[in-house]
């Protein structure tokens, strides 16, 4: 009987996109939140589509899954995506979503694409937990309902499907988020199965009223910062100036390289079409110049959007982005030892200055507590206080 010789072929696995998913060493990266349907159509061929079809997009790295808008007790709501789901009957404020879980897998395993839930966003009112106790408590939930596999009975949204990481959106006060925000860094850490990164949606203004004592207690990968809404927005970049009177990317340098992970990417949040998310929505020279600026501060990670409805809804912006994306920034300025040179002029500033005179954009911050900013709002705006912290003009 002769003998058989297998020659045994390599297993190939298929890699298909080597450069999708969050990258922490790229300034190139790419968050859109999905699942609010932000653009507000309920059909036609702008109303928000399920998530699998949004991760054949090669330009997009991240998903924020949003929202998880309500945690003890957990609350999900992912606009009229959830309209494929079903309540589970023992909790029904929180939504069981097969469709979610297989786009899921698919995203990650097909598109390679990092999907995180995002938790909070405007409609949480929970106000967190009246000890750390129960904070914690709440974070080893979350962690057992859309983490690993543990064999913990728990109604599981999204199944056997297991996302990449949390998203803080919180803005409103929640107690206890830094006891909350420990609680699941450490279960991911200690995860073995893969990486779980952990990531922020602060506003630009610093400190953030909601998210800022977190942000400096925990270790985060990535914090998305919201540069719209506020007179610290992407629309009051001033370009061909080195340095910045309204927009204050250096401010988050600052605090990125300070923070427990001084890794952490800073990443500039951007309105992907006019009107969402408020105001500040910028395209063209404009956001070009922001994202070069930005781009020469070693924390900068990339560009976040909000959302998927309006950016598909803004034919052209994502490819404009990944192309602004794409330009090398200045070798000047890219150090935070660049020595700036003051000149002290006679002549009136092109621009808005911190001191007499500045009026806050709707929305921007005009006071609260720790607040050293303009306090005057645009006509017709006034400053209406928002808590301890926060004053906006309305
Ligand atoms: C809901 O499910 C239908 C049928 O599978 C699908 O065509 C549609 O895109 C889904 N909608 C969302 C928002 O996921
Ligand atoms: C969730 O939905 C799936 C598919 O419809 C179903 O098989 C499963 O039993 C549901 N889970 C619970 C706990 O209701």
Known sequence: MASVSLILGFVSTIIPFVCAGFDPSSSGNIAVYWGQNSYGQGS????????????????????????????????????????????????????NCTQISNDIKTCQKTYGKTILLSLGGATYTQGGWSSTG?????????????????????????????VDGFDFDFESTVNNLP?????????????????YYLSAAPQCVFPDAADGTTLDSVAFDLVLVQFYNNWCETSNFQVGSSTQTAFNFD??????????????KVFLGIPANTGAAGAGYTSG??????????????????????DMSQLYANSGFIEEVASDLSVSSSPTATTTTTMVT?????TSSSGPSSSGGTLVAQWGQCGGQGYTGPTQCQPPYNCVSGGQYWSSCQ
């Open 44 to 95: 036609g061929s702008f109303a928000q589509k399920n998530l699998a079809y949004y991760c054949s997009n090669t330009d997009i790295d991240i998903i924020p899954v949003a929202f998880m808008n309500g945690i003890t007790p957990p609350i999900t709501n992912f606009a009229n995506a959830g309209d494929n789901c079903t309540a589970f009957p023992d909790n029904t404020n929180l939504l």
């Open 134 to 162: 129960d904070a914690q408590n709440a974070a080893q939930t979350v962690w057992n309902m859309f983490g690993p596999l543990t064999g913990v009975q728990i109604d599981r949204p999204f199944g056997d499907a297991v």
């Open 179 to 195: 006891a909350f925000g420990a609680k699941l860094r450490g279960l991911m850490d200690a995860a073995v199965d893969k990486k």
């Open 251 to 264: 401010v988050w340098d600052n605090w990125a390289k300070s923070s427990l992970n001084p890794h952490v």
């Open 285 to 306: 020279s404009q956001l070009k110049a922001a994202i070069a600026y930005s781009k020469q501060y070693s924390s900068f990670g990339g560009v976040m959007m909000w």
């Open 342 to 346: 003051v000149t002290v002029s006679t």
